[in-house]
């Protein structure tokens, strides 16, 4: 809890940072002082007024700073639900020792002899509000003109710094700040009240899948989320029926950054998942009267589904910072998907170091990206060729993300993507099939357990569900498997099937569809 001391200099800090801008700019900062005291005395006559504007305003939404004192021993008072008026604040002040800062008690006495009536009090704590607004813009503004002259300063450094503190301004306005450690406390409970109201036991952003989200009880938020896997593997026709689910049967905004495929390759996937119709036939528009039918009837809820995506090739820690901030101001997006991490960029003053070190510098902005926008950013990896390399049943470890160890460092959780069906390993130790199955393993956690979960892998589609559901539909496959005319190399990771030759070591999730057979996504 902050002394007298910390209190009084933070005050004299932001009483001279507002002369320094009278000074500098020859006028008085944006301030409305009597509606100051009209709120604070209204504050202390009727409860419903400190109700009212109790989340409007903050400490340092008032100009004064005899006013910065009152509110704060208002927010005290209110926050250890104590009764607020003349008296108590008054007395609060003298036991924090602030009494003649703030006025003295003649000076608080003579606030509720201004209030003639309680009925506009959160109109006028709008109005504070936005003074405060003006006064943090113009400092935020007169800031980046220094920086903007001084020619050491990186031009990108100055406008992600700008475009930072304008964010912050206008999320800090947004709501109330967390200042005290029993209000952090009250919304932890309210959250496990919530969760406790959950049948399903999600308390985070839900993938649509139930197993997985079982483990992880939802995408939690600020969290950052490593999906990796070897090519062809399927990470993004996970990630879109992870999107698919969470946007359409939750109603939750997606942001979608595709830095290797267009959108409309990836609308193209998402329209055979949710179509169910063969991405090949949809790609050569081979449909039948009754197939269109099909495609139309069941493309509604995807076409108005609060799905966003950029396919900005090359993109910048920077620009994803800069997009992300505005998708969550304009769209209030809930979650955030990376395709993928590699194929960023740390962009150009922080781009001078070794590759490893660009790919850490990535991680760790992505981690603070979650962090600022409350949201959980999952990011696609790519492993290393040591997997394929290894005897055994070839399932991925931690060591084998590529490029970087700042990956495992920073995220919350690493999942691997892994078909055993693809190396050719088409029995489980139990003696189930593998056929169409694709398990997501957790091997790192740092709130939960590490666990395996068992997905469907409908190949045709493009998609993921859970292991369950998909027996009543006619139309899809009750399971997938290599075609019976191919040959399959577990060794080389070379299949074989008709005229085409596909080979696993590329760098993508991308197949010709057009020489026909029964091709992985």
Not at 217 to 239: C, E, L, N, Y
Not at 295 to 315: E, F, M, N, Q, W
Not at 451 to 457: A, P, Q
Request: proline share 3%; net charge negative.
């Amino acid at each position: 809890m902050e002394n007298k001391s910390d209190k009084t200099r933070k005050t004299g800090t932001r009483a001279s940072k507002a002369n320094n801008l009278t000074n500098e700019l020859g006028r008085i900062p944006p301030q409305a002082v009597d509606l100051e005291k009209a709120v604070l005395g209204a504050m202390m006559l009727e409860k419903n007024a400190v109700t009212d504007t109790i989340d409007i305003l903050t400490r340092e939404s008032f100009y004064d700073p005899k006013h910065q004192y009152i509110f704060s021993v208002i927010q005290e008072l209110f926050g250890s639900s104590q009764p607020i008026d003349i008296l108590t604040v008054t007395n609060q002040l003298k036991k924090n020792g602030e009494l003649e800062a703030a006025g003295g008690a003649a000076y608080i006495s003579q606030m509720t002899s201004r209030v003639a009536s309680t009925a506009h009090v959160e109109y006028h704590a709008r109005i504070i509000s936005e003074k405060h607004i003006k006064r943090e813009l113009i400092r935020m503004s007169s800031e980046v003109m220094k920086e903007a002259y001084d020619d050491t300063n990186d031009v990108f450094d100055v406008l992600n710094k700008a475009e930072g503190d304008l964010f912050k301004i206008a999320e800090n306005n947004m709501g109330k700040a967390v200042d005290v450690m029993q209000n952090v406390v009250r919304e932890a409970i309210e959250e496990i009240e919530r969760a406790s109201q959950n049948s399903d036991g999600i308390s985070g952003v839900p993938s649509g899948f139930f197993e997985l989200d079982k483990v992880t009880a939802g995408w939690q938020r600020s969290d950052m989320i490593v999906i990796a896997a070897r090519p062809a593997m399927g990470k993004t026709a996970f990630v879109l029926s992870m999107a698919r689910n969470t946007a359409v049967d939750h109603n939750q905004g997606v942001a979608i950054f595709s830095l290797e495929m267009s959108s409309v390759q990836l609308v193209k996937r998402l329209i055979a998942s949710e179509t169910r119709l063969p991405a090949e036939k949809l790609r050569k528009g081979d449909l039948t009267g009754a197939e269109y039918q099909q495609l139309h009837s069941r493309i509604t809820k995807l076409s108005v589904a609060p799905i966003y995506i950029d396919d900005t090739p090359g993109l910048s820690i920077f620009d994803l910072r800069a997009k992300c901030r505005r998708l969550k101001m304009q769209y209030d997006i809930q979650m955030v998907i990376i395709d993928y991490l590699q194929l960023m960029t740390a962009g150009s003053s922080k781009g001078t170091g070794n590759r490893e070190q660009e790919i850490s510098s990535i991680s760790r902005s992505i981690k603070e990206i979650a962090k600022e926008l409350n949201i959980p950013m999952i990011a696609l990896s790519q492993l290393s060729r040591s997997v394929e390399q290894r005897g055994g049943d070839k399932k991925p470890v931690l060591s084998d993300l590529r490029e970087s160890g700042a990956i495992e460092q920073d995220a919350d959780i690493v999942s691997f993507i892994y078909r055993p069906e693809y190396y050719g390993f088409l029995q489980d130790e139990n003696g189930n099939s593998n056929a169409g199955v694709g398990e997501i393993i957790i091997a790192k956690h740092r709130n939960g357990a590490l666990e395996s979960v068992r997905l469907r892998f409908i190949k045709e589609y493009a998609r993921f569900d859970n292991m369950e559901g998909f027996q009543d539909d006619p139309n899809v496959p009750s399971h997938t498997s290599l075609p019976a005319n191919g040959d399959f190399d577990s060794e080389g990771g070379t299949y074989t099937m008709q005229s085409k030759n596909w080979n696993k070591e590329d760098d993508n999730d991308d197949f010709d569809l057009s020489s026909g057979g029964d091709t992985p996504f």
